[in-house]
Nanobody, 126 residues
Framework: QLQLVASGGGLVQAVASLRLSCAAS????????IGWFRQAPGKAREFVAA????????YYADSVKGRFTIAIDNARNTVYLQMNSPKVEDTAVYYC???????????????????WGQGTQVTVSS
């Protein structure tokens, strides 16, 4: 049974950087892509970035393009989200999610993903 574990969240200053990790285990052969979403208090969960499991094609929300980088280490079955120059408005709980090959919905959609990891809190201070 595929499992995702997100980690790396914490308190960070706006001038610093932070790297989130999403480790996949058990059944990674079924993964087509990994996405990162975030949810701030009182707001809907929104797409942040995604990467295809094979080939590494990346996708970003406009709000993070140029500041965040998503990358994959297939040997470790881990996807990273490097957050550079974070802003206070990036404060949220960040979730990683896996899309299986049988799901063809656009990667920016929440329902494109079949399995979600637990969230990790990111708090950016000014």
């Amino acid at each position: 049974q595929l499992q995702l574990v997100a980690s790396g969240g914490g308190l960070v200053q706006a001038v610093a950087s932070l790297r989130l990790s999403c480790a996949a285990s058990r059944g990674t052969f079924s993964i087509n892509a990994i996405g990162w979403f975030r949810q701030a208090p009182g707001k809907a969960r929104e797409f942040v970035a995604a990467i295809r499991w094979s080939g590494g094609t990346t996708y970003y929300a406009d709000s993070v393009k140029g500041r965040f980088t998503i990358a994959i280490d297939n040997a470790r079955n881990t996807v990273y989200l490097q957050m550079n120059s974070p802003k206070v408005e990036d404060t949220a709980v960040y979730y990683c999610a896996a899309r299986r090959a049988t799901n063809s919905r656009p990667l920016v959609w929440r329902n494109a993903y079949d399995l979600w990891g637990q969230g990790t809190q990111v708090t950016v201070s000014s």
